[in-house]
């Protein structure tokens, strides 16, 4: 069902592509097994897109893809900046809203998966990316409305995640509040309204309002359309 994919820039990664398939992080959970180290399979479409939290993720023309990776990593962490900074490479001014989606315009523009699969010897993850590649004003979602194409675009978030992926957890937390699109921001967490104050040395969120202090991990929180 899958078919390698000869890429046309420079890297060693494996490529993978498809036309139409439930979801590329489902896949590649469940063959893990029968893939190599640094996988990415692209898909054209997904009928079964999953986002975080069981949401489902509508995916339409868009950028679709899924790494498959058998070593450790802070790929919470490495993930987003990647993205990121692959996509201002290209021009594009957009930052990290946590925990690791990516905005362009104050709207949703990069959702982010990210899966660990446990076997007898070790823990490999699967990092999941879908960026939209038009507005869903359903959604409140912005698309990346350019004509670069898809695998150039994938390919410098590649090359981006590699580089990351080198760096020590302090120089990448620096580099992650640099891009944090909500520090001193008004958020919104379980309904009640907190300033997005500080991004600790552990990788914690800390929300403050006048009633108390709240440390969180990896949790999502909400802004408005455009922040305070
Ligand atoms: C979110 O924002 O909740 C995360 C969305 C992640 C979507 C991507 S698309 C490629 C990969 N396959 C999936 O089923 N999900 C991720």
């Keep these: 069902m899958l078919k390698d994919l000869k890429w046309e820039y420079d890297t060693d990664y ?3 592509i498809v036309d139409t398939i439930p979801s ?17 399979l692209i898909a054209l ?6 986002g975080r939290y069981d949401r489902v993720w509508k995916s339409d023309n868009d950028i679709i893809f899924s790494i498959l990776l058998k070593t450790n990593g802070f790929y919470q962490i490495t993930a987003p900046l990647a993205v990121c900074y692959g996509l201002i490479d290209l021009g594009f001014d957009v930052s990290i809203k946590w925990p690791n989606d990516i905005y362009l315009n104050n709207k949703k523009l990069v959702g982010i998966l990210i ?9 490999s993850s699967v ?4 960026i939209n590649m038009t507005d869903k004003p359903s959604f409140h979602a912005v698309g990346l409305n350019t004509n670069i194409s898809k695998y150039l675009i994938i390919d410098k978030i590649l090359k981006r995640f590699d580089e990351f992926n080198k ?3 302090d120089y990448l937390m620096e580099l992650y509040k640099s891009k944090s699109m909500i520090l001193g921001k008004t958020v919104y967490f379980h309904d009640a309204e907190y300033i997005a104050d500080a991004i600790d040395n552990q990788g914690y969120l800390i929300l403050k309002n006048d009633k108390e202090e709240k440390k969180i991990s990896w949790d999502e929180i ?3 359309e455009s922040l305070k």
Excluded at 45 to 50: A, E, I, L, V, Y
């Design 14 to 16: 494996n490529f993978y």
């Design 24 to 40: 590329t992080n489902t896949y590649l959970k469940e063959n893990s097994d029968n893939y190599p180290n640094r996988s990415v």
């Design 45 to 50: 479409r997904q009928t079964n897109g999953r």
């Design 115 to 123: 899966e660990d699969i446990f076997s007898d010897h070790f823990i």
């Design 127 to 130: 990092v999941g990316i879908g």
């Design 167 to 169: 760096k020590d957890f």
């Design 222 to 224: 909400n802004i408005k």
